[in-house]
C-alpha cells in the first residue's frame, strides 16, 4: 500500500500552495479593510477577491474541483481535469482562509451546481448557466432545506414543483440558501416534488430557477452565529407561483435524488479536506500563541497540558487527512455510491476533529480567542455549521452503522 503523494498531486498541491502564499495570504488584511468599508451595505463584491481571481485564471488554477470524465472528454465545459483525490489536496491547501476557494472558482455551493450542469444538464442549459459559472462571471444557490420539516431527511421536503402547460409553477419556502446575498447571484438549482403520490424517492425533482423570477423574494438573510458571511450569505427564501419553463428542469421528473447524491458526495470530499485546512490553521495559530507567551515562569508551550493538546491535535489532523484521501481516492475507483460508507465516515470525522483542535486554540487565546480578531471564531462557527451542511451527523453515522450490521449479518 503505497502512502506517498504522486508527483502530479504535489505538482497541484504546491501551486496551490505557493499562489496563496504570493497572493492570498498577504490580502487578508485587505479583505477585511474592505468588506468593513460598505459599513450598512455590505452586500458586494470584494474587489481583492476579483483581482485574485484574474491572477489565479491566468495561471490555470481554476475549476480545479471538476474531475475529469469520459462522458464529457469532447465537452467545452470542463476544468483542470483532477480527480477527486488530486483535489483534495488542493482543497486543504484553500480551506485554511476563509474566501481563498473563490479565489480559484473552486467555492460552494457553485462547485455542486457546475457539477450538477456538467452531469445532468441539457446543452441548452449548460450553454446558459455552466459557462458563466465556470467563467466565474456568476454566481449561484442551492435551494434544499426547508423550516417546516426535518430537511436531513429530504423526502420530507415539501416545496412543490407542479406542471401547468409548457412551465412549471414552484410554491414553498426554503431557508439556509447559501449564495443568495451575492449580487452576483443568477441562477438557483430547487429541489421540491414534482409528483408526492410517486413511490418515495421518485417524488422530488430539481429545477433551475433564475434569481429575480417574479415570486421569488428573499425574506431574510440568515446569520450564522453571529457571522453574516458577506457577500454570500445565508437567506431564507419565498417561493410565491414562481413559474419557469419547462426546459428548466433537470434530467427529468423523480430523479431530485439520484441528482442529490451525485452532488453532494463529491462536495463532501471538498467541504472536508477544506476542514482539515482550517485545523492546521487552528494548530498553528495555537502553537504560535503558546510560544509567544509566558505564565508561571514559563513559556505556555511548556506547559505540560499544552503538549499534550498539541501532540493529540497533530495525531487527529494526521489521522483524519488520511481518511478523507481513502473517500476520495474510492471515489475516483470504484464510484460515489461504493464509497457512500467512507464518504459518511468523514463527514462525521472532519467537523468533530476540527471543532477539537479550535476550541484548544481558543483556550490558547484567552480572551483573545473569544474576539475577531484571531480568527478563531469564524473557523469555530464554519466548523460547527459542517455538522449539519449536507446532512447531519446522525444521518452518516446511520449509514455507517447500516453498513457495519450488514457486514456481519448480511
Known amino acids: 500500500m503505497d502512502f506517498s503523494i504522486s508527483e502530479r498531486q504535489r505538482y497541484w498541491r504546491d501551486r496551490v500552495r505557493n499562489f496563496m502564499d504570493a497572493h492570498i495570504y498577504p490580502m487578508s488584511d485587505t479583505y477585511e479593510r474592505q468588506v468593513e468599508a460598505f459599513g450598512d451595505d455590505r452586500w458586494q463584491v470584494i474587489p481583492v477577491v476579483e483581482e485574485i481571481k484574474a491572477k489565479a485564471r491566468a495561471e490555470g488554477l481554476w475549476n480545479m474541483f471538476l474531475p475529469p470524465s469520459a462522458e464529457h472528454d ?62 466565474g462571471e456568476i454566481r449561484s444557490a442551492f435551494l434544499m432545506t426547508e423550516p417546516a420539516v ?3 431527511d429530504a423526502a420530507n421536503i415539501e416545496t412543490s414543483i407542479r406542471r401547468d402547460g409548457d412551465d412549471y409553477v414552484i410554491n414553498g419556502r426554503k431557508w439556509f440558501s447559501s449564495g443568495m446575498g451575492d ?13 408526492p ?46 413559474r419557469v ?63 499534550q493538546r498539541i501532540a493529540e491535535a497533530r495525531i487527529d489532523i494526521n489521522r483524519t487527512r488520511l481518511l478523507v484521501l481513502q473517500a476520495a481516492d474510492m471515489m475516483d475507483k470504484v464510484g460515489i455510491k461504493e464509497a457512500r460508507t467512507e464518504i459518511a465516515m468523514i463527514k462525521v470525522a472532519a467537523p ?3 471543532l477539537r483542535i479550535i476550541d484548544d486554540a481558543i483556550q490558547a487565546h484567552g480572551g483573545g480567542g473569544v474576539s475577531a480578531d484571531f ?9 460547527r455549521t459542517l455538522r449539519l451542511g449536507d446532512g447531519p451527523d446522525e ?8 453498513s457495519e450490521l450488514r457486514r456481519h449479518f448480511g
Open 245 to 307: 419553463p419547462a426546459g428548466n428542469l433537470l434530467l427529468g421528473e423523480g430523479r431530485g435524488f439520484e441528482i442529490a447524491q451525485g452532488r453532494l458526495g463529491p462536495g463532501r470530499i471538498h467541504h472536508c479536506m477544506r476542514t482539515i485546512g482550517l485545523a492546521e490553521f487552528a494548530l498553528e495559530q495555537m502553537v504560535r500563541r503558546l510560544n509567544a507567551r509566558v505564565a508561571f515562569g514559563k513559556r505556555v508551550i511548556e506547559q505540560s497540558v499544552w503538549e
Open 352 to 354: 468533530r476533529m476540527a
Open 183 to 195: 449580487p452576483r447571484c443568477k441562477i438557483t438549482v430547487v429541489m421540491g416534488k414534482t409528483d
Open 395 to 402: 444521518v452518516h453515522n446511520r449509514t455507517v452503522a447500516r
Open 375 to 383: 480568527g478563531l471564531t469564524k473557523a469555530f462557527a464554519l466548523a
Open 150 to 152: 426535518a430537511s436531513s
Open 197 to 242: 403520490s410517486a413511490p418515495r424517492h421518485q417524488q422530488q425533482s430539481m429545477i433551475l430557477v433564475p434569481v429575480g423570477t417574479p415570486g421569488m423574494t428573499i425574506v431574510r438573510m440568515l446569520p450564522v452565529f453571529g457571522f453574516d458571511e458577506v457577500p454570500y450569505g445565508h437567506a431564507e427564501v419565498l417561493l410565491d407561483n414562481v
Open 74 to 135: 469532447d465537452d467545452a465545459f470542463h476544468g483542470a481535469g483532477l480527480t477527486n483525490l488530486d483535489y483534495a489536496l488542493c482543497a486543504e491547501e484553500m480551506g485554511r482562509l476563509h474566501f481563498a476557494s473563490e479565489c480559484f472558482n473552486c467555492s460552494a455551493p457553485d462547485t455542486g451546481n457546475m457539477e450538477v450542469l456538467h452531469r445532468y444538464g441539457s446543452k441548452a442549459q449548460k450553454e446558459q448557466w455552466l459557462r458563466p459559472l465556470l467563467g
